[in-house]
């Protein structure tokens, strides 16, 4: 259904966040995963999948950082397929890390 398609999921590392990547990974698009810990992204989506094979790519990014996000709007628009879908799945009311 999503295969060949990219989706942009921020707050990866988060439960719903989490949940939400596998699901669409599932679905056979390609995913680019963001939130404030690529570690933190890797152990969570490990614990619900096996991430060595998917099409992932995960990227640390605080998104509420506006000149991060610029910054990582410019790279992503020139390296990587247009994005069909954002998912934002950042808690605002966690505590930062």
Do not use: W, Y
């Amino acid at each position: 259904m999503l295969k060949g398609k990219t989706i942009l999921i921020t707050g990866a590392a988060g439960l719903l966040g989490s949940q939400v990547t596998c699901a669409i990974l599932a679905q056979g698009a390609t995913v680019i995963a963001t939130d404030l810990s690529i570690s933190a992204m890797t152990a969570r989506l490990s614990e619900i999948r096996t991430i060595e094979s998917d099409p992932l790519t995960l990227v640390e990014l605080d998104s509420s950082d506006e000149e991060a996000v610029k910054h990582f709007s410019q790279l992503r628009s020139k390296f990587l397929a247009p994005l069909i879908v954002l998912t934002h799945a950042i808690n605002s009311m966690a505590p930062h890390f």
